[in-house]
């Protein structure tokens, strides 16, 4: 049998379409390799939004080179962020690729290997869908029938329309467009029949869904409470609103839906006005601020998280420090943290005033050490408290423990036996860490 291999960078919505790829690979009768040398077909789904993992695609495409040249029949393909943008760039640096798979196309990854490995020349899709009037209604296909697992994302939204002037995805996935209703309801039920126990729904703002529905709109809060509604399914994340949208009927729906977890990734992105102004982001620390004291007097005991850039262009010291005082306020359970990293084709890219890389580097230690100092506070405070832990097997830590997530995704390892794999204990945190909590199974 032919075998693939995929490799993925980025975030949960590429790791999403490269098990789709899988899905569609399969149905051809490929099957997964363990070693990329093993592989007679090579996928890299790649990331556009900072640098560093572009660079990563490209020093992977150079090794890939040497194999080729020992394999010559062997398929190489490049899929997603990149492969929408840089095309070009692909093609001249690396004229060994066989295929380049825009994001709106991975359901096609079937056919268009076929049409590499019968006319033997670069198969190649791109183009995103426009928006012909107020609704963009084209939907990637999905395959929504996949092997038995635990855990699983859902995408519910694809595309952007937010446009903030740092940020790179409205133009690699295209228009703002929400999967209907029923085909979501669908496709959790169909999980749920084999065995998956929580879910994950995706969107670039994920609490904008609905607005553009040629059905009409179905509120965020409506979709969850549906979600709720489905037998077998216990725990329900989603990933990541966006500030401005976050309604009151969001924060009821968390508070009051049992199965709608204790957890919020509400990304910030600066703590300064003038500079959540110059990034477009469409709210004000005030209002973001807001949003969260809501969530934590609704909803006890919730973690929030959240995204921040530090060295967007322009930020002075003052504003930086301004971050700094909003994070000290909100303090966040946890967060991802960068330097701004230029993208061609933004606004951004474009302004003058970029800030020094040892600047950047310089506020991205300080922030690190000042949130870290805040996580280890919290999660030291809840030393002794109990969790409800859904169990996902040994923990890579150390294999004599188990592993699991906290409602508030927090990680917990723990001793227990094989059998809990799978089921929702109840664990006492006895020792707290950055990463999360040691503890154990109480009764
Ligand atoms: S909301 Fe802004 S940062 Fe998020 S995907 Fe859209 S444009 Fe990018």
Known sequence: MPRYKILTWGCQMNEEDSEQMSLYLQERGYEPAERVEDADVVLLNTCSVRRKP???????????RTLKQRKPQMVIGVCGCMAQLRADEIRQKAPFVDMIVGTAHIAQVGALLEETLQKRRLAMRLDLPERKGAIVTDIPQRKVDRAPKLKAFVPIQYGCDKFCTFCIVPLTRGRERSRPTADIVEEVRRLAERGTKEITLLGQ????????????????????????????????????????????????????LPKVMEHVHLPLQSGDNEVLKAMRRLYTVEQFEEVAAKLRAHVPGIAITTDIIVGFPGETDEQFENTLRVVERVRFDGAYMFAYSPR???????????????????RLQRLIALQNQITCEINSAQVGQVFEVLVEGPSQK???????????????HFVGSP????????VRADEAHLWGFYGTVVA
């Open 54 to 64: 572009e660079d990563k695609v490209f020093s992977t495409l150079g090794q890939l």
């Open 205 to 256: 703002t994920v609490n904008s869904y609905g607005k553009n529905l040629l059905e009409g709109r179905v509120p965020f809060a409506r979709l969850l409470q549906l979600l709720s509604d489905i037998d077998g399914i216990e725990r329900i994340r989603f990933t990541s609103p966006y500030p401005r949208d976050f309604r009151d009927d969001l924060i009821r729906a968390i508070a009051e």
């Open 344 to 362: 061609p084709g933004t606004p951004a890219a474009q302004m003058e005033n970029q800030i020094p890389r040892a600047v950047k580097q310089e």
């Open 398 to 412: 150390d294999p004599t423990k188990l592993a699991g997530f906290t409602r508030e995704n927090k990680m917990m």
């Open 419 to 426: 059998e809990l794999v799978g089921r929702l204990v109840r």
